[in-house]
């Protein structure tokens, strides 16, 4: 049986009548739209479905969405636009690191993360900090570019 939930997702909220088991990546992407956050795994393995909640990256393949009740979402669309692109969006575009693009939105929403704990990382920090997004395509060199672009390193 379906039921109203409340979501405040990149600033807005919005109800929806969801089932009780549907996760917050089927949420994002089925009822709201939000295709940039991406189904890979569905099972916590690929990172590519990582948004932010309250400020934190997380998986949201992982998480119910009556769990995400009352807390703040943050999915790729909330972070820039086509005419504005957010830092770390631009330092992929620049440094080449989206290939087929399906881990890249996930990666982003690591990176940022990354860079708010840790504004300057080194090389070590940021292979390690993304480990949890898998990327089939660039191996991984033009990812970690694009994040040291964005840190200004
Ligand atoms: S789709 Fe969520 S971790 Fe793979
Ligand atoms: S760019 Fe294709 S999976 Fe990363």
């Known amino acids: 049986m379906k039921q109203l939930i409340a979501l405040e997702v990149n600033g807005d909220m919005h109800e929806i ?6 996760t917050l990546l089927s949420v994002l992407r089925d009822n709201l739209g939000l295709i940039g956050t991406k189904r890979g795994c569905d099972s916590g393995g690929c990172g590519c ?7 934190k990256a997380m998986y949201s393949c992982m998480m119910y969405a ?3 009740q009352g807390r703040k979402i943050t999915t790729i669309e909330g972070l820039g636009s086509a ?3 957010d830092p770390v969006q631009d330092a992929f575009v620049k440094e080449g690191a989206v290939q087929c693009g399906y881990c890249t939105c996930g990666m982003i929403m690591t990176a940022k993360q ?8 080194v090389e070590e920090a940021i292979r390690h900090g993304i480990a949890g997004n898998l990327c089939r395509c660039t191996g991984y060199h033009k990812i970690v570019e ?5 840190a200004g390193n």
């Open 83 to 85: 005419e504005k692109l």
């Open 17 to 22: 009548a969801v089932e009780a088991d549907a």
């Open 49 to 55: 479905c990582t948004v932010h909640i309250d400020g």
């Open 146 to 150: 694009a994040i040291k672009t964005a």
């Open 66 to 68: 009556l769990s995400a």
């Open 114 to 121: 990354l860079l708010h704990d840790n504004p300057h990382p």
